[in-house]
């Protein structure tokens, strides 16, 4: 059997790698600081994932700390149509969170930090290491395995088999809003052209109407 060129190895390995990155799940790590309950404002910090609709999304939070140490962490999970997912209190420890979405939309994971301790506390902190998976990637796939009696391999191409499926899913949602963006571009050239023209015209005719009334007020006062 001939061996394959890298130029035909290319491509597939080009294709490994892009699942490779999408199947990355978006793990942050940050130290969220402690305000006042009036600041509530100034202390939340949020962060943005797009999801498109029914899709399944689970949130992972571990949040330093225990409770009662005089910082109390709340969660709010919510979307950009008013969409809300969750608002646990008082968040200590590993914190998960799973929904499906109601709309294609923009969704924010927001953290809080209240102080809730009277007595001084230098620097008041706490690490927060949040991960959200999507789609295919929160799905549990030792369950599936195990329900249906699938091969390591099998699954793995299952898992694979779903990834591209939102990948195919995505870049038609984006045909679709390129379409819309463009339709609504191509109404905006055309009523701009016709009110352009229409401006034209109301200065033409102004002119004119100017010329004929100053033509009779001159020739009224004997002027020409």
Known sequence: MALSSPSRLAPVLSFVLLLLLVTLSSALKFDLAAHPASQHKKSERCIRNFVAKDTLVVVTAIVSGSRGDGQTVNMHIK????????????????????FTSHADSAFDVCFENHLTSQQAVMNPTRHVELDVDIGADA??????????KLKPVETELRRIEELVAE??????????????????????????????????????????????????????????
């Open 79 to 98: 979307d950009a149509v008013g969409n809300e997912y969750g608002r646990p209190r008082d968040v200590a420890g590993e914190q998960r969170m799973a």
């Open 139 to 148: 799905r549990d796939w030792s369950a599936i395995q195990a329900a249906e």
């Open 167 to 224: 990948i195919v899913a995505e870049m038609e949602y984006l045909r679709t809003r390129e379409h819309k963006l463009r339709d609504t571009n191509e109404s905006t050239n055309e009523r701009v052209k016709w009110f352009a023209f229409g401006t034209m015209g109301m200065l033409m005719g102004l002119g004119a109407w100017q010329v004929v009334y100053l033509r009779a007020y001159f020739r009224s006062k004997h002027l020409i």
